[in-house]
């Protein structure tokens, strides 16, 4: 050995020898955040949310370091802080800023996304005993007979005869044959999708679901894709848009022709006011010969859907139909991935974002509880269960 090199190897023995002694610099990161914990009567500040923002950093080691992959190793670190830290996040009742929560996106995104087999497994069991989307998502001639006395899924008080007319629009039984699917697509309305360049690898998907029937209007492909298997439809867009299939009957029909075979569903057993505009859509495809096919959501579905997800903290008088369709997509499908859902009005590099991508019109206040909603589809995330795509898509 060269004499320069034993003298490199005495000081990195040296350095080793006094990091032992003395203890690292950088505080473990549960005894850091029980320290923050104890400041945060006199600062004011939420400890997890700190940690979330800034997540642990090792001190800056000399050039010549003997760590192996000390960079990797750091970013483990990192990342594990960050998920401590947000399993707690869900138990606080604190409202968080927009800001702050573009601040742990930003932290998300510079941990590598992994799906975790076991993590998904036993999330799929959970909603599966609770709600079984396999067997009972949909409304089916098997899982609700003629005579049956069908509550409505919000005014639950409320019922709906099943007489053999209205027994007749539904399948015979569950119609996702094929599931599990491989990949799932899972394509809301966020005007994150605007220049995402998303849609081709949105369309190379086994299956894609999507949200609240966006319109047809304009050249959006290359963002949002075209390839639908299943499209929420809203009754309202129905009574607005169409005239409740009246005078605008022929304007809907071509309209909906863009979505090929896909199933239509519709919310006909959430309210009362949905059951009319939900059937007339059934009675106009069925009238015309379109090729898409009508399905309902199962109102006792939902209900349970409600109760999981209330376990969790979500407690807003409906779900939206992302993450209905979202816990759908987990069980029907091996490896699920969300794009267009964004309910922030800037990215993580402050650049605006329309609330939709084709409009700006904003929801109904008090109707969802997205930041909640997306805290949630974070977490799943984070547990790499499902993916979500937070911006541009990778071009080959």
Same mark, same amino acid.
């Given at each position: 050995?060269?004499?320069?090199?034993?003298?490199?190897?005495?000081?990195?023995?040296?350095?080793?020898?006094?990091?032992?002694?003395?203890?690292?610099?950088?505080?473990?990161?549960?005894?850091?955040?029980?320290?923050?914990?104890?400041?945060?009567?006199?600062?004011?500040?939420?400890?997890?949310?700190?940690?979330?923002?800034?997540?642990?950093?090792?001190?800056?080691?000399?050039?010549?370091?003997?760590?192996?992959?000390?960079?990797?190793?750091?970013?483990?670190?990192?990342?594990?802080?960050?998920?401590?830290?947000?399993?707690?996040?869900? #138990?606080?009742?604190?409202?968080?800023?927009?800001?702050?929560?573009?601040?742990?996106?930003?932290?998300?995104?510079?941990?590598?996304?992994?799906?975790?087999?076991?993590?998904?497994? #036993?999330?799929?069991?959970?909603?599966?005993?609770?709600?079984?989307?396999?067997?009972?998502?949909?409304?089916?001639?098997?899982?609700?007979?003629?005579?049956?006395?069908?509550?409505?899924? $919000?005014?639950?008080?409320?019922?709906?005869?099943?007489?053999?007319?209205?027994?007749?629009?539904?399948?015979?039984?569950?119609?996702?044959?094929?599931?599990?699917?491989?990949?799932?697509? $899972?394509?809301? #309305?966020?005007?994150?999708?605007?220049?995402?360049?998303?849609?081709?690898?949105?369309?190379?998907?086994?299956?894609? +679901?999507?949200?609240?029937?966006?319109?047809?209007?304009?050249?959006?492909?290359?963002?949002?894709?075209?390839?639908?298997?299943?499209?929420?439809?809203?009754?309202?867009?129905?009574?607005?848009?169409?005239?409740?299939?009246?005078?605008?009957?022929?304007?809907?029909?071509?309209?909906?022709?863009?979505?090929?075979?896909?199933?239509?569903?519709?919310?006909?057993?959430?309210?009362?006011?949905?059951?009319?505009?939900?059937?007339?859509?059934?009675?106009?495809?069925?009238?015309?010969?379109?090729?898409?096919?009508?399905?309902?959501?199962?109102?006792?579905?939902?209900? #349970?859907?409600?109760? +999981?997800?209330?376990?969790?903290?979500?407690?807003?008088?409906?779900?939206?139909?992302?993450?209905?369709?979202?816990?759908?997509?987990?069980?029907?499908?091996?490896?699920?991935?969300?794009?267009? +859902?964004?309910?922030?009005?800037?990215?993580?590099?402050?650049?605006?974002?329309?609330?939709?991508?084709?409009?700006?019109?904003?929801?109904?206040?008090?109707?969802?509880?997205?930041?909640?909603?997306?805290?949630?589809?974070?977490?799943?995330?984070?547990?790499?269960?499902?993916?979500?795509?937070?911006?541009?898509?990778?071009?080959?």
């Amino acid at each position: 050995m060269r004499p320069g090199g034993a003298l490199l190897a005495l000081l990195a023995s040296l350095l080793l020898l006094l990091r032992l002694l003395w203890g690292s610099t950088e505080a473990p990161a549960r005894p850091r955040l029980l320290m923050e914990e104890s400041r945060e009567a006199t600062h004011g500040t939420h400890a997890t949310l700190r940690m979330l923002r800034s997540p642990a950093t090792l001190p800056p080691r000399a050039m010549n370091s003997t760590y192996p992959n000390e960079k990797s190793l750091q970013l483990t670190e990192r990342c594990t802080n960050l998920q401590d830290g947000f399993k707690t996040l869900s #138990n606080k009742t604190k409202r968080y800023s927009e800001d702050d929560y573009l601040q742990i996106i930003t932290n998300i995104q510079r941990c590598p996304w992994k799906r975790q087999v076991e993590e998904y497994e #036993n999330f799929r069991a959970k909603l599966a005993s609770c709600c079984d989307a396999v067997q009972n998502f949909i409304v089916s001639q098997n899982n609700t007979p003629v005579g049956t006395n069908m509550s409505y899924e $919000v005014e639950s008080k409320n019922e709906i005869l099943i007489r053999e007319n209205i027994f007749n629009m539904f399948p015979v039984s569950q119609p996702f044959v094929e599931h599990p699917y491989n990949q799932c697509a $899972v394509v809301g #309305n966020g005007g994150i999708l605007n220049k995402s360049l998303c849609g081709a690898e949105i369309d190379k998907s086994d299956f894609v +679901f999507r949200c609240n029937l966006p319109p047809t209007t304009g050249d959006a492909s290359k963002d949002v894709g075209s390839k639908t298997n299943l499209v929420t439809v809203n009754p309202s867009i129905i009574r607005l848009k169409y005239g409740n299939l009246k005078e605008k009957k022929a304007v809907f029909l071509e309209d909906i022709a863009t979505y090929g075979d896909a199933f239509l569903l519709l919310p006909a057993f959430s309210f009362r006011a949905n059951t009319g505009a939900s059937f007339k859509v059934y009675h106009t495809l069925k009238e015309s010969k379109a090729r898409q096919k009508v399905i309902y959501f199962h109102p006792k579905y939902l209900r #349970n859907l409600a109760v +999981f997800w209330r376990t969790k903290g979500v407690t807003e008088y409906r779900l939206s139909s992302g993450l209905m369709i979202t816990s759908v997509a987990v069980e029907l499908c091996e490896n699920v991935k969300l794009y267009g +859902f964004w309910p922030f009005s800037k990215t993580i590099h402050d650049t605006p974002v329309s609330h939709h991508y084709y409009d700006n019109n904003l929801p109904k206040r008090g109707f969802h509880e997205m930041p909640k909603e997306y805290r949630q589809i974070l977490q799943l995330h984070m547990k790499g269960i499902l993916k979500l795509q937070f911006s541009k898509c990778q071009i080959a």
